[in-house]
């Protein structure tokens, strides 16, 4: 197949997809589904990680006053014909094998399980996530803003999962956004711990797509071929404290707001730079990372470019609070408006 015929095929797939539907002004641009976390016969409680992340973020930002429950957006679950967009055939049905999955999302014992027991309670809610992320594009760009309370595998590409991550919804959203919304310059922030290794290399050769990277170079996945495909890299090691952490985004905004010029912002808001995170190994306080989120909206809002925010990363039984307490921060500094004012409810 030449890439013509390949590009065709792509954006039939995009222009017949069901994910893309039309959300009522009622509703807040916040997408999050009951199907998005993860119970497993219990063996989730291996993995050091909180696998109900996603709903205890909605029940803070519910508890607060941020928003009401009816008001959130539900997702549809991604399809074949949506994971093809981007994914080879080769790698999806390689998921088929559960020793496959389970080296992915380092969870060994689902190993030991069949394919269609792993695909109900794995594959599924990853797959919601995934509907959550390409979604939130097109909120974005009606609303100004979206959050998808979950997404954000930046470690997957096109070939290859990894790293707890199983499709490349950050690849799919900016995908459909081109085809959809018809838009040829993205910029992807992205502030997990961790690099983003997945779209990078999915866009290493796409100009359309600008990508800032601030990570942390002594931690996984040391992809230096990857490495090489960041517009803007920004290395943060170990130990970076909240102050240093800080004054490199904003230099680091400034550079990018020089360098292009996109028509969506794809910010990944991993939570995993927190102090006492066993995997990112940095030292940032709670009240950093609000502060770093409302850095990136206030980026993205005073120009206005439309904003998608992907929690990604960050298990630690504390990162739902803190990732509820920013948006809610978010909120109270008008730079999203949730149609109710927290604390007055
Ligand atoms: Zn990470």
Redesign the pocket.
Known sequence: MSSNDAETVRRDRILSSKLYFDVPSSKVPVIYSSSYNISFLGIEKLHPFDSKKWGRVCQFLVAAGVIRKDQIIEPLEAKMNDLLVVHTESYLNSLKNSLNVAKIIEVPPVALFPHCIVKEKVERPFRNQVGGSILAAKVAKGRGWAINVGGGF?HCSAEQGG?FCMYADITLCIHYAFVQLNISSVMIIDL???QGNGHEKDFSHDSRVYILDMFNPEIYPFDYEARRCINQKVEVVSGTTTSEYLKKLEEALEVASTSYDPELIVYNA?T?ILDGDP??LLKISADGIARRDEKVFRFARARRIPIVMLT???YMKSSAKVIADSIENLSKQNLIDTGSTPGRM
Do not use: R, V
Request: no cysteine; charged share 15%; net charge negative.
């Open positions: 930046h790293g997990d711990a961790h991993g995993d995997l990112g990604s990363g960050g």
